[in-house]
C-alpha cells in the first residue's frame, strides 16, 4: 500500500502515542513525532541527525542493517521481529523492549519506511510475574500432600500434579490428554462414574465428594477420596472440574483390620469398664482438686508477668529519659556556654574601642556576636523542632514557588558564611521549575546540609550543590570533600544528638540530620548518604515535585 502524505495529516502524526519514525532506504531518521523523542530521549533535532541503527544495541546493528537493506528490496506493512524480543537502544544508555510495526510510502517521490514503535517494558513485567505465578502455582501443586487434577467437559486431563502422577504410575506427559474414565476408571466402575461426572458439571447433584476405584498404568487398583470444585467460564457456565484426591488405600485396609478386631475389643471393653468406672471416679475428683490449683496458679503467675513487664517498661523509659536529659544537659551547657563566652569577651572588648580608628575591631567583634547569637537561635530552633516532632505536631505549609530561584537564594545566603577561600558551586544542567513544597522546610533542608558541609570542610574547600529535575521528583546533592564519616559511626547517623567523633571540636548541636530526615519523610522524599573517611561526604535528597498531604504516613 502506497500513499503520499499531506498537511492534513501532521495534527495525527504529532499526537500519535505511539513512537513514529520515518527514515529513507539508508536508514537515515527523516522525521520523528513528540512520542519517539520521549521514547528515546533525543530531540528531533538531534534524531534526524541518526540513523535508526543508533537506536539499537550495538551487538544488533550489523544484522539490523542486513535485515533493513531486504526489506527495502521487498517492503511490505508487517510487524517486526515475529517471534523475538526486539530491545531498543536509550540516550542515556538504557535498553527498553519495544514492539514495532513497519509499512512503507513515498514523500516527495522517495521511498520511506515508517516505523511505529511502542515501548512494551510494562506488558514485559505483567508477562514475567504471570510466568513466576504459573511456575509457583505449578510447585505448590507438586509438593502438595494431595492429587490435584483439571478435567475438562468431557472428561480430558488438562493438568496434573506430581503426587497424581506417582499415583498413575506414568509421567505427566503420558497423561495430559487422555480420557480419565477410559483409562484409568475400572471397566465396570466406568459407566456410572461418567454419569455422576456429567451430573456435578450439569449442577444436579449437589455431592461434590466420593470415593472410587482408580487402576494405575501397572495394573494396581487403588482405592481415592476426591473432592471437586466446578471452575466456571466467563459466562458463568461451567468450564473444568479441578478435583483434589487422597490416596486411602492403605487407610481401607486398615478399617477392614480394624473391623475384624472390633469383637475382641469389645470383650476386653466389657472387662475394663468396670475398673475405669472405678478409676475415673478416684481421678475426677484428684483432677477437681488440681484444677483449682492450677487456676489460682495461672492467676499468679499473670500478676507476676504483668508486674514484670510494668517494671521493665517503666526501668525502660526511665534509663532513655535519663540519658536523653544527660545528653541535653551536656549539649547545652557545651554548646550555649562557648558563644556566650565569645559574646561576653567581644562586649568587653568592644567598650575599649570608642575610637574612629578602631571602628574596624569594634565590627570585627558586633559580627562575631551576631554569628553567635545567630548560632544559639539556630540551636534554639533545633530543640523545638526537635520536640515538635517527638509531640507528632509537625506540619507542612505548602506552596507553588519556582525550584530555581529557591537554590539560588539559598546559594547566595550560604555563600556569606563559608569560611575564609570555601566555594560553593550550584549545579544544574536544566531548569527545574515550579514545586509545591514546604518552603520553610526545604530551606531548613539545605541550609542545615550545606553550613555541614561548610564546617567540615577545609578553608579552602570547595561545596558542590547539585540539583535537578528527574520524572515527578526533584533531586537534590549536596557534595563536600572534607573530613568525612568513620564508618563504623555512618549508622547512627541520623539519630538525634549524635555526634561523631572526628566532629567533636567542631561546633554543633547533633539535631541537624534528625530534623533533616524528618522533614523529608514529612514531605514523602527520602534521603542517604555516602561518605569516605578524611575524604568527604555526599548526602542526596528526593521530593516529589508535588507534595500530596493525602499521602502523609
Known amino acids: 500500500m502506497t500513499q503520499n502524505i499531506t498537511n492534513p495529516y501532521e495534527a495525527i502524526f504529532q499526537s500519535a502515542v505511539e513512537g513514529v519514525i520515518v527514515s529513507d532506504q539508508k536508514g537515515t531518521i527523516k522525521m520523528a513525532n513528540p512520542a519517539a523523542e520521549k521514547l528515546f530521549g533525543y530531540s528531533s533535532k538531534e534524531l534526524k541527525s541518526l540513523t535508526i541503527e543508533s537506536l539499537i544495541p550495538q551487538k544488533s546493528r550489523k544484522k539490523h542493517i542486513s535485515n533493513r537493506n531486504k526489506y527495502t528490496k521487498s517492503p511490505e506493512a508487517r510487524n517486526m521481529g515475529i517471534g523475538l524480543d526486539l530491545i531498543a537502544l536509550h540516550k542515556n544508555g538504557d535498553i527498553f523492549p519495544v514492539e514495532i510495526s513497519l509499512t512503507f510510502t513515498t514523500i516527495e517521490d522517495q521511498p520511506v519506511v515508517i516505523a511505529f514503535i511502542i515501548d512494551i517494558t510494562h506488558r ?198 535519663n540519658e536523653l536529659k544527660s545528653r541535653f544537659v551536656s549539649l547545652a551547657s557545651h554548646e550555649f556556654r562557648t558563644p556566650l563566652s565569645t559574646i561576653m569577651s567581644s562586649v568587653s572588648l568592644i567598650s575599649k574601642y570608642d575610637t574612629p580608628q578602631t571602628l574596624e575591631k569594634k565590627t570585627k567583634h558586633i559580627n562575631r556576636i551576631k554569628n553567635n547569637v545567630n548560632n544559639l537561635i539556630g540551636l534554639l530552633n533545633d530543640f523545638l523542632n526537635m520536640e515538635m516532632m517527638e509531640e507528632g505536631k509537625l506540619r507542612t505549609a505548602c506552596k507553588w514557588f519556582n525550584m530555581d530561584e529557591f537554590m539560588q537564594e539559598v546559594n547566595d545566603e550560604m555563600q556569606a558564611i563559608t569560611k575564609s577561600e570555601q566555594k560553593i558551586n550550584l549545579i544544574n544542567k536544566v531548569p527545574a521549575g515550579n514545586v509545591f513544597l514546604d518552603y520553610q522546610m526545604l530551606k531548613n533542608i539545605c541550609f542545615n546540609l550545606i553550613s555541614n558541609a561548610i564546617k567540615y570542610s577545609n578553608i579552602d574547600g570547595i561545596i558542590d550543590v547539585v540539583y535537578n529535575k528527574r520524572g515527578e521528583n526533584i533531586e537534590i546533592s549536596i557534595v563536600d570533600y572534607g573530613i568525612g564519616i568513620p564508618p563504623q559511626e555512618q549508622t547512627h547517623l541520623f539519630k538525634r544528638f549524635f555526634r561523631a567523633k572526628n566532629a567533636s571540636g567542631i561546633q554543633g548541636s547533633g539535631l541537624g540530620l534528625y530534623i533533616v530526615r524528618n522533614y523529608v519523610e514529612q514531605m514523602n522524599g527520602s534521603v542517604n548518604f555516602t561518605s569516605e573517611y578524611q575524604e568527604g561526604s555526599t548526602f542526596n535528597i528526593q521530593l516529589p515535585i508535588k507534595y500530596d498531604e493525602g499521602t502523609t504516613d
Request: charged residues 35%.
Open 124 to 321: 514485559k513485567e505483567i508477562e514475567a510475574e504471570l510466568k513466576l505465578e504459573k511456575e509457583t502455582i505449578k510447585t505448590y501443586l507438586d509438593i502438595a500432600g494431595a492429587i490435584f487434577m483439571v478435567l475438562d467437559q468431557d472428561g480430558n486431563i488438562k493438568l496434573i500434579n506430581q503426587k497424581g502422577c506417582k499415583l498413575l504410575s506414568d509421567t505427566e506427559a503420558n497423561i495430559l490428554g487422555k480420557n480419565w474414565f477410559e483409562t484409568f476408571s475400572p471397566p465396570v466402575r466406568k459407566d456410572k462414574i461418567r454419569q455422576i461426572f456429567s451430573r456435578i458439571v450439569s449442577g444436579d447433584n449437589q455431592k461434590r465428594s466420593f470415593e472410587d476405584y482408580v487402576i494405575n498404568r501397572n495394573g494396581e487398583q487403588k482405592v481415592v477420596a476426591w473432592d471437586f470444585v466446578i471452575i466456571q467460564d466467563k459466562s458463568g457456565k461451567p468450564a473444568t472440574m479441578l478435583c483434589s484426591g487422597v490416596d486411602v488405600t492403605e487407610r481401607k485396609k486398615a478399617e477392614n483390620a480394624l473391623k475384624q478386631s472390633e469383637e475382641k475389643l469389645i470383650v476386653y471393653a466389657t472387662e475394663l469398664e468396670k475398673r475405669v468406672s472405678d478409676r475415673t471416679k478416684q481421678l475426677a475428683e484428684a483432677i477437681k482438686s488440681l484444677e483449682v490449683a492450677n487456676i489460682e496458679l495461672q492467676e499468679e503467675i499473670k500478676v507476676r508477668e504483668k508486674a514484670e513487664l510494668d517494671a521493665t517498661k517503666a526501668f525502660q523509659k526511665e534509663k532513655e529519659l
